[in-house]
């Protein structure tokens, strides 16, 4: 059975740090890319950082996404020893309140721009305050 469970949510205040975790059971997270996604109350849920696979990484290609609402202040890792995906976050704001959801898709090119993928984490609740 595979699983994907996030933690490291919580209350930060604005300009603060937090660090998700998303760990994967069942399933080798080193072939899969794997994305965050963050849907805010009366929002759509939406993609904001993804990793390609480990094995599709190349020097010359760029391996990570992240949307313009995030760049520069989010980053999108994996450690394949632990089979865990992380996205760090600094300097948060108000505006990054949402519950995260990290997801996992074998496909490539993936399907995250449109919603989808193979598997999903349950969600964490991130809340700034300002």
């Known amino acids: 059975q595979v699983q994907l469970t996030e933690s490291g949510g919580g209350l930060v205040q604005a300009g603060g740090s937090l660090r998700l975790s998303c760990a994967a059971s069942?399933?080798?997270?080193?072939?899969?890319?794997v994305a965050w996604f963050r849907q805010a109350p009366g929002k759509e849920r939406t993609v904001i950082a993804s990793?390609?696979?480990?094995?599709?990484?190349?020097?010359?290609?760029?391996?990570?996404y992240y949307a313009d609402s995030v760049k520069d202040r989010f980053t999108i890792s994996r450690d394949n020893a632990k089979n865990t995906v992380y996205l760090q976050m600094n300097s948060l704001k108000p505006e990054d309140t949402a519950v995260y959801y990290c997801?996992?898709?074998?496909?490539?090119?993936?399907?995250?721009?449109?919603?989808?993928?193979?598997?999903w984490g349950q969600g964490t609740q991130v809340t700034v305050s300002s």
């Open positions: 069942g399933v080798t997270i080193s072939s899969y890319a």
């Open positions: 997801a996992a898709d074998r496909r490539f090119p993936t399907r995250f721009i449109s919603g989808r993928a193979d598997y």
């Open positions: 990793i390609i696979p480990s094995v599709r990484i190349v020097p010359s290609v760029r391996s990570e």
